[in-house]
T-cell receptor, first 110, second 112 residues
């Protein structure tokens, strides 16, 4: 089965609204990372967050190891936030290989 | 300046031909990776290298061969290209096997 499940698959927001993206893991977590994939395809690292809560501007990531999940909160969304958000898992069973979820496709409309 | 350089950005190839995708990283990382992203599929792990040695290979086909001539290079040679190989190929690097990744901007390959 899939090791990394992301929800929702897609999301449309009005500019200014908040969003909560979820990432659930079927295996024990060693570390995880959130990425933003631009519409053109390039990947930008948002957070490396093996545990706890991290903040960066309007973004907050919270990883709860015991519950095998991580969330990404986007506050006061902007049209430039549109794109795909990916989470990736590095499991306890092996290093040197992040496994990616299918992503959440976000569209923010003005 | 980009920290991971992938060349070329776009590549069109004829079925049956051979191509090499270039990846160089200037982050001083000791681990490098290749991932593939086909249309409407998640990013798929292909290979990982650490200190120029193969750590993991999840690619079933031997047509895909990584080549590491220098510690900051990990090229990907693809032989006998097929239309199903059409995808964007991403290179990434990290410091050690348990740390954050940095990705290159990808090479978009179309096999006709």
């Amino acid at each position: 089965g899939q090791q990394v499940q992301q929800s929702p698959a897609s999301l449309v927001l009005q500019e200014g609204e908040n969003a909560e993206l979820q990432c659930n893991f079927s295996t024990s977590l060693n570390s995880m990372q959130w990425f933003y994939q631009r519409p053109g395809g390039s990947l930008v690292s948002l957070f490396y967050n093996p545990s706890g809560t991290k903040h960066s501007g309007r973004l907050t990531s919270t990883t709860v190891i015991k519950e095998r999940r991580s969330s990404l909160h986007i506050s006061s969304s902007q049209t430039t936030d549109s794109g795909t958000y990916l989470c990736a898992l590095l499991s306890n069973t092996g290093n040197y290989k992040y496994v990616f979820g299918a992503g959440t496709r976000l569209k923010v409309i003005a | 300046d980009p920290k991971i350089i992938q060349k070329p950005k776009y590549l069109v190839a004829v079925t049956g031909s051979e191509k090499i995708l270039i990846c160089e990283q200037y982050l001083g990382h000791n681990a490098m990776y290749w991932y593939r992203q086909s249309a409407k599929k998640p990013l798929e792990f292909m290979f990982s290298y650490s200190y120029q040695k193969l750590m993991d290979n999840q690619t079933a086909s031997s047509r895909f061969q990584p080549q590491s001539s220098k510690k900051n290079h990990l090229d990907l040679q693809i032989t006998a290209l097929k239309p199903d190989d059409s995808a964007t190929y991403f290179c990434a690097s990290s410091q050690g096997g348990n740390s954050d990744y940095t990705f290159g901007s990808g090479t978009r390959l179309l096999v006709i």
